[in-house]
């Protein structure tokens, strides 16, 4: 029989949820405004739904771009205020002077002024309630692992901090050598006999297993879980897990099964998807090159002061299939910045000048690399190229590094938009999680995040 258990959403389908609602909540309240007031420029009609649809497109967009369904941000009250006044007013505006499509704007500017006040003010309202009354209680999940007890500071570690609200209550220890009734558990240890009526009582909605050790998962044990699998219960493998809510590859966790978890994603061999990426990176790649042309002036001038050094600069990078290639950017570093050896930059890098940092930050030192798009060195969206003297080091040491380059690198990826700077060869193994989860799940709907995600960095100016 089914257990009684509180109602849970998965963080793809909350941030679903959070579009639909969104959508609904602005439609429906300028359609009940065009009935009860005489509101003649934004009405549903059976005649017309370009309106509405460009509309709700618009809020979808700019609400990505100004995050509001990242969910930490739709969690916090103060970001819940900018994120929605910004999106908001964005997408009232470019909707408001959208040729064709759009209604037309009315002489009384008055109701353009109810128009934006009415999206502005139904979307605060609805994701104050959110914040309030659904983020905080209504999402939360208690979960049991069934794990090595060494292994439950870090597990526990890597999957509450990407969900606040997936609480681990508890674990079974599967190391059938360790030893008993420790005096201090990160959570509490649950005994193998028990678990069935720990989940039974304590409201369990998950059960996750990240024991690589088959002995330790007893007779007893398999048994209690498929009668908890028979009784509707969810039990998952801890790599599928981490890989949905952190949307890394977890590569130091898999260690030798890594293909049965890592499918390549069949875009990276699909001609019709690569014709399309291609499009459009030489749309962009054109367009960036004649903004790149008209910053070059200032950029030359600020480099003359700033920096004292040549306005480009090369350096080698890795590529697709371990080429190497040169890589074009702006100067942002002093002269002969790696007189003592080659090191990885940092975020307070003292190499980097004041406005190499702001070109940095903006992005603009990467405009040239459009160059290397055009040539087929890069894509614009991939894995960041590394020098080959980092690509040998971090080899050594980590598995499946080198995996990165089956695919061209990017301009900008899923590790750029999700994770800083690597400064050190801990944090390259993030990024390198993050790079294999693009590469895995490659798609078109992954390249217009990252898209979004980037405009995102540039706009808040967080580029490293």
Same mark, same amino acid.
């Given at each position: 029989?089914?257990?009684?258990?509180?109602?849970?959403?998965?963080? /793809?389908?909350?941030?679903?949820?959070? +579009?639909?609602?969104?959508?609904? $909540?602005?439609? =429906? %309240? @300028?359609?009940? !405004?065009? &009935?009860?007031?005489?509101?003649?420029?934004?009405?549903?009609?059976?005649?017309?739904?370009?309106?509405?649809?460009?509309?709700?497109?618009?809020?979808?967009?700019?609400?990505?771009?100004?995050?509001?369904?990242?969910?930490?941000?739709?969690?916090?009250?103060?970001?819940?205020?900018?994120?929605?006044?910004?999106?908001?007013?964005?997408?009232?505006?470019?909707?408001?002077?959208?040729?064709?499509? /759009?209604?037309?704007?009315?002489?009384? +500017?008055?109701?353009?002024?109810? $128009?934006?006040? =009415? %999206? @502005?003010?139904? !979307?605060? &309202?609805?994701?104050?309630?959110?914040?309030?009354?659904?983020?905080?209680?209504?999402?939360?999940?208690?979960?049991?692992?069934?794990?090595?007890?060494?292994?439950?500071?870090?597990?526990?570690?890597?999957?509450?901090?990407?969900?606040?609200?997936?609480?681990?209550?508890?674990?079974?220890?599967?190391?059938?050598?360790?030893?008993?009734?420790?005096?201090?558990?990160?959570?509490?240890?649950?005994?193998?006999?028990?678990?069935?009526?720990?989940?039974?009582?304590?409201?369990?909605?998950?059960?996750?297993?990240?024991?690589?050790?088959?002995?330790?998962?007893?007779?007893?044990?398999?048994?209690?879980?498929?009668?908890?699998?028979?009784?509707?219960?969810?039990?998952?493998?801890?790599?599928?897990?981490?890989?949905?809510?952190?949307?890394?590859?977890?590569?130091?966790?898999?260690?030798?099964?890594?293909?049965?978890?890592?499918?390549?994603?069949?875009?990276?061999?699909?001609?019709?998807?690569?014709?399309?990426?291609?499009?459009?990176?030489?749309?962009?790649?054109?367009?960036?090159?004649?903004?790149?042309?008209?910053?070059?002036?200032?950029?030359?001038?600020?480099?003359?002061?700033?920096?004292?050094?040549?306005?480009?600069?090369?350096?080698?990078?890795?590529?697709?299939?371990?080429?190497?290639?040169?890589?074009?950017?702006?100067?942002?570093?002093?002269?002969?910045?790696?007189?003592?050896?080659?090191?990885?930059?940092?975020?307070?890098?003292?190499?980097?000048?004041?406005?190499?940092?702001?070109?940095?930050?903006?992005?603009?030192?990467?405009?040239?690399?459009?160059?290397?798009?055009?040539?087929?060195?890069?894509?614009?969206?991939?894995?960041?190229?590394?020098?080959?003297?980092?690509?040998?080091?971090?080899?050594?040491?980590?598995?499946?590094?080198?995996?990165?380059?089956?695919?061209?690198?990017?301009?900008?990826?899923?590790?750029?938009?999700?994770?800083?700077?690597?400064?050190?060869?801990?944090?390259?193994?993030?990024?390198?999680?993050?790079?294999?989860?693009?590469?895995?799940?490659?798609?078109?709907?992954?390249?217009?995040?990252?898209?979004?995600?980037?405009?995102?960095?540039?706009?808040?100016?967080?580029?490293?």
């Amino acid at each position: 029989m089914l257990s009684n258990k509180k109602m849970h959403f998965e963080i /793809s389908e909350r941030k679903l949820l959070l +579009r639909a609602f969104d959508t609904l $909540f602005v439609l =429906s %309240v @300028l359609y009940l !405004l065009s &009935l009860v007031f005489d509101y003649h420029y934004f009405v549903l009609e059976n005649s017309s739904y370009f309106g509405p649809i460009l509309l709700a497109c618009y809020i979808n967009a700019f609400g990505t771009i100004f995050e509001m369904y990242n969910l930490q941000v739709a969690s916090n009250q103060f970001q819940i205020l900018r994120s929605v006044v910004l999106a908001a007013s964005t997408a009232v505006l470019v909707y408001l002077f959208t040729p064709v499509l /759009s209604p037309e704007l009315p002489k009384q +500017r008055l109701i353009v002024l109810i $128009f934006y006040f =009415s %999206v @502005l003010i139904v !979307l605060l &309202l609805w994701r104050f309630f959110y914040a309030i009354f659904l983020a905080s209680h209504r999402f939360s999940q208690n979960v049991v692992l069934i794990c090595d007890q060494d292994q439950v500071e870090r597990l526990v570690l890597g999957l509450e901090s990407v969900d606040p609200h997936y609480k681990i209550i508890g674990f079974v220890n599967s190391d059938s050598v360790s030893e008993e009734n420790l005096k201090f558990h990160y959570v509490k240890e649950i005994k193998k006999n028990d678990l069935e009526s720990f989940v039974s009582k304590n409201n369990v909605s998950e059960i996750v297993i990240a024991s690589q050790k088959t002995d330790g998962i007893t007779a007893d044990l398999y048994q209690q879980l498929l009668h908890l699998l028979e009784s509707g219960n969810i039990i998952r493998e801890y790599t599928q897990v981490y890989e949905s809510k952190t949307q890394r590859i977890p590569v130091h966790y898999i260690s030798r099964d890594f293909y049965r978890f890592f499918p390549f994603s069949r875009s990276n061999n699909n001609k019709l998807y690569l014709f399309v990426i291609r499009f459009f990176e030489f749309f962009l790649s054109f367009t960036g090159l004649l903004i790149c042309l008209v910053l070059v002036p200032f950029i030359f001038i600020g480099n003359l002061i700033a920096n004292k050094g040549s306005l480009f600069y090369t350096q080698e990078r890795v590529g697709k299939n371990g080429v190497v290639f040169k890589i074009y950017k702006f100067r942002t570093m002093i002269k002969n910045s790696e007189a003592d050896g080659i090191v990885f930059a940092t975020s307070n890098d003292k190499r980097v000048t004041p406005f190499g940092k702001f070109m940095r930050k903006s992005r603009i030192d990467e405009l040239p690399q459009f160059i290397n798009v055009l040539k087929g060195d890069m894509a614009v969206i991939g894995p960041r190229p590394e020098r080959p003297f980092f690509v040998a080091e971090i080899a050594q040491i980590m598995p499946f590094y080198e995996t990165r380059h089956v695919i061209k690198p990017g301009l900008t990826g899923w590790a750029q938009v999700n994770y800083s700077y690597g400064e050190s060869i801990n944090e390259s193994l993030i990024k390198l999680q993050y790079d294999l989860y693009y590469i895995k799940h490659r798609s078109v709907f992954l390249d217009l995040s990252i898209t979004f995600k980037t405009i995102t960095t540039v706009l808040f100016y967080r580029g490293q």
